[in-house]
């Protein structure tokens, strides 16, 4: 998925060497909490490595995805057959997705094709027909709805995120969706998901390591992404404006005026020995408030590298090819 903020490429190299050398290189026995998850990939990154994850993310398809690639952890032996039993489901022309987000169902918006629309909504009535009458198992529902967020995201029709969608169906758009599987990593261990606001979340929680990666600007997530959440949930609303917006939480971590504050009640209320922080410097809140803020509760260090901008951003909102990424580091005493 094209993701922005996603810590991909990172976790190639930079994140693990760097949290090794600070926490040790044997983790197994280590509780990892990624709290702002987004699509999951720091914490599949540890997944097989630590005791255990705690993963978490305020909006409500990061939820879905992560209950799949984290929380799911042993083999489903039955998935092969759904996701085929899906795929040749006859189509429908009264679902939401189709109705509000297709130009033959709306005339109006134009982020799926008209076929692809009219798919997700048959796949994705189906997987909440078969959660209802428990033909799957939870695990099993969370898996088929991660597969079809992936699969969806595949064939939209943005340039990347969905605040806009394209006027004419571009070449990926164009292509009939097929639902294949998200897979994910197996091992011993027991995970844990949330779909919780960060800062409440860590009143409640506790273990070794805590990855931040919160939003660096204004951009707020539920908009960037309101799609993914209308498959996710699948409830009936009235789309708002051109681009058919959904209702959604505005995070005080993308606001100048409150990042700050809200930053620190995160660190103070963390009960973990070791805290990471990735920004960049084209963030709101600036490397010295960050390295104020986090000395305040123990030693502080810093790592960074250079890292390839998201590719929407070089055209949208500002030229560079690269940013700096920082790693905050901080062993609270």
Known sequence: MNYIGSKLKLCQSFLP????????????????????????????????????????DAEFYSYVLNKNYIENHKPLKKVEKLISELNSLPLTSDGFVYKNYCL??????????????????????????????????????????????ESADKVANTASVYGAFLKKLKKSAQKDM?????????????????????????????????????????????????????????????????????????????????????????IKNAQFKYIFLSYNNEGLMSCDDVKKIMSEYGHYDLAQTEYQRFKADSNRFNKADSTVEYLHILEKL
Request: glycine share 8%.
């Open 17 to 56: 060497s760097v949290i090794k050398s600070v926490c040790g290189e044997d983790l197994s026995q280590k509780v990892f909490c990624d709290i702002f998850a987004g699509t999951g990939i720091v914490g599949r990154t540890f997944k097989t490595h630590v005791k255990k994850i705690i993963s978490n």
């Open 178 to 266: 097929i639902l294949e599987g998200a897979t994910f990593e197996a091992n011993d261990n027991e995970h844990e998901v949330f779909n919780k606001d960060a800062n409440e979340l860590i009143k409640e929680i506790s273990g070794d390591i805590l990855y931040l990666d919160p939003p660096y600007n204004s951009r707020q997530y539920g908009a960037n992404y309101h799609m993914l959440n209308t498959i996710a949930e699948y409830k009936p609303f009235v789309p708002q404006g051109k681009t058919g917006l959904r209702k959604y939480s505005r995070s005080k971590y993308c606001s100048a005026s409150t990042v700050k504050d809200e930053f620190e009640e995160l």
């Open 104 to 149: 033959g169902g709306s005339g109006e918006r134009q982020y799926f094709s008209d076929e692809n629309g009219k798919k997700i909504d048959a796949i994705r009535t189906k997987i909440e027909e078969w959660q209802t009458s428990e033909k799957i198992t939870c695990n099993e529902y969370y898996f088929l709805l991660c597969s079809l967020l």
